[in-house]
């Protein structure tokens, strides 16, 4: 079996290492322009030149949960895409929203400038049940994060493309369910995938749609935030104000006005980041499924776009 790897800004030398460990009986490489056919790849921003130039793949193997840049490309006909499953990602992006909801609902920001000014002084506690949580995308981030908001006893409310049943979760689907899960939340999680249908689905009108001083987390896609609607709406009074860790350019350019803009938070695309080993076992796993003729969960159907 050969394997090859084909990942834009992420160090080779400890994968193959690590593949070679634990498939000796593999042929494993980082790929180089005019290398011979593989059957597997691992993959994470590829240029379309690795595509063109293989396509007898079997599999890929995108080093991430998000394939919105690997879809874009024209991949191999025969190549199944498969994503990472969690892999130690939902744990860190249940962390990273509790966080974020957290200390917008406790005030921390006020707390912390109070202290910075020499006050000592207590704001009035602020009831939960006037902070529920709309939880776009109830898939394996999605769910994670939803049940650890509601184990901090907020509301929480969840919106899929197919219905969902998830206990102590509101859930709403589709497009006909949109409106009235806006409608029942004032903090807004994305953790959709980004696909022609949710591009651009952080907008004024969605805004408008939320309670009254609602805050919105973007954790998902840049591409899903429309950059100026979120800040007109944010100095209308409208939206309480952001946490992002996603943009449509990314690095964000220094004199972006997101960088300075006090009612927004900013993380480097750091919230649930690939763990290596988690993420090589979990693939490795399924190359061994493969290899036994077994289906595998994580294979994106292409035509939806996740
Ligand atoms: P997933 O398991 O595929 O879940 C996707 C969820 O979105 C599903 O519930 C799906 O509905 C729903 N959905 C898709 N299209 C929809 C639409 N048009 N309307 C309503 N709901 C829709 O994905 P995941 O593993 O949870 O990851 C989600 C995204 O998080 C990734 O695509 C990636 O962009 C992002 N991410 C970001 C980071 C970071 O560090 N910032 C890290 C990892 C992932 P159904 O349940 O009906 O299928
Ligand atoms: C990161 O953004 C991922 O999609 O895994």
Same mark, same amino acid.
């Given at each position: 079996?050969?394997?090859?790897?084909?990942?834009?800004?992420?160090?080779?030398?400890?994968?193959?290492?690590?593949?070679?460990?634990?498939?000796?009986?593999?042929?494993?490489?980082?790929?180089?322009?005019?290398?011979?056919?593989?059957?597997?790849?691992?993959?994470?921003?590829?240029?379309?030149?690795?595509?063109?130039?293989?396509?007898?793949?079997?599999?890929?193997?995108?080093?991430?949960? &998000? @394939?919105? #840049? !690997?879809?874009? /490309?024209?991949?191999?006909?025969?190549? $199944?895409?498969?994503?990472? %499953?969690?892999?130690?990602?939902?744990?860190?992006?249940?962390?990273?929203?509790?966080?974020?909801?957290?200390?917008?609902?406790?005030?921390?920001?006020?707390?912390?400038?109070?202290?910075?000014?020499?006050?000592?002084?207590?704001?009035?506690?602020?009831?939960?049940?006037?902070?529920?949580? &709309? @939880?776009? #995308? !109830?898939?394996? /981030?999605?769910?994670?994060?939803?049940? $650890?908001?509601?184990?901090? %006893?907020?509301?929480?409310?969840?919106?899929?493309?197919?219905?969902?049943?998830?206990?102590?979760?509101?859930?709403?689907?589709?497009?006909?369910?949109?409106?009235?899960?806006?409608?029942?939340?004032?903090?807004?999680?994305?953790?959709?995938?980004?696909?022609?249908?949710?591009?651009?689905?952080?907008?004024?009108?969605?805004?408008?749609?939320?309670?009254?001083?609602?805050?919105?987390?973007?954790?998902?896609?840049?591409?899903?935030?429309?950059?100026?609607?979120?800040?007109?709406?944010?100095?209308?009074?409208?939206?309480?104000?952001?946490?992002?860790?996603?943009?449509?350019?990314?690095?964000?350019?220094?004199?972006?006005?997101?960088?300075?803009?006090?009612?927004?938070?900013?993380?480097?695309?750091?919230?649930?980041?690939?763990?290596?080993?988690?993420?090589?076992?979990?693939?490795?796993?399924?190359?061994?499924?493969?290899?036994?003729?077994?289906?595998?969960?994580?294979?994106?159907?292409?035509?939806?776009?996740?």
């Amino acid at each position: 079996m050969k394997i090859t790897f084909c990942c834009t800004d992420i160090k080779p030398g400890p994968w193959i290492e690590d593949l070679r460990a634990a498939l000796p009986e593999a042929e494993v490489s980082v790929w180089q322009p005019g290398d011979p056919q593989a059957d597997y790849a691992l993959v994470w921003a590829p240029p379309q030149q690795f595509m063109d130039e293989q396509p007898g793949l079997k599999a890929m193997f995108n080093l991430g949960a &998000g @394939v919105d #840049g !690997l879809l874009r /490309l024209k991949l191999p006909a025969g190549a $199944a895409v498969v994503r990472i %499953e969690d892999a130690g990602m939902a744990v860190q992006m249940a962390e990273y929203v509790c966080q974020a909801v957290i200390r917008h609902f406790r005030e921390i920001d006020a707390y912390e400038a109070g202290m910075a000014r020499g006050e000592w002084g207590f704001r009035k506690p602020r009831r939960r049940s006037d902070f529920p949580v &709309g @939880v776009m #995308g !109830l898939g394996v /981030l999605g769910q994670r994060v939803a049940r $650890a908001l509601a184990h901090f %006893e907020f509301p929480v409310n969840g919106w899929s493309r197919s219905p969902r049943e998830l206990e102590g979760i509101t859930t709403y689907s589709g497009a006909q369910g949109f409106g009235d899960f806006l409608g029942a939340s004032r903090v807004l999680v994305n953790l959709l995938p980004l696909t022609p249908d949710t591009r651009d689905i952080l907008n004024a009108d969605t805004f408008s749609r939320l309670l009254p001083g609602a805050y919105v987390i973007n954790v998902a896609r840049g591409d899903h935030l429309v950059e100026q609607d979120l800040i007109d709406q944010i100095d209308s009074g409208h939206l309480a104000g952001a946490t992002l860790d996603v943009f449509r350019t990314e690095p964000l350019p220094a004199d972006h006005a997101f960088r300075r803009h006090p009612r927004i938070k900013l993380t480097p695309h750091a919230s649930a980041r690939t763990l290596r080993e988690d993420s090589l076992a979990q693939m490795i796993g399924k190359l061994q499924a493969l290899a036994r003729g077994e289906p595998l969960t994580g294979v994106v159907e292409s035509h939806r776009g996740y």
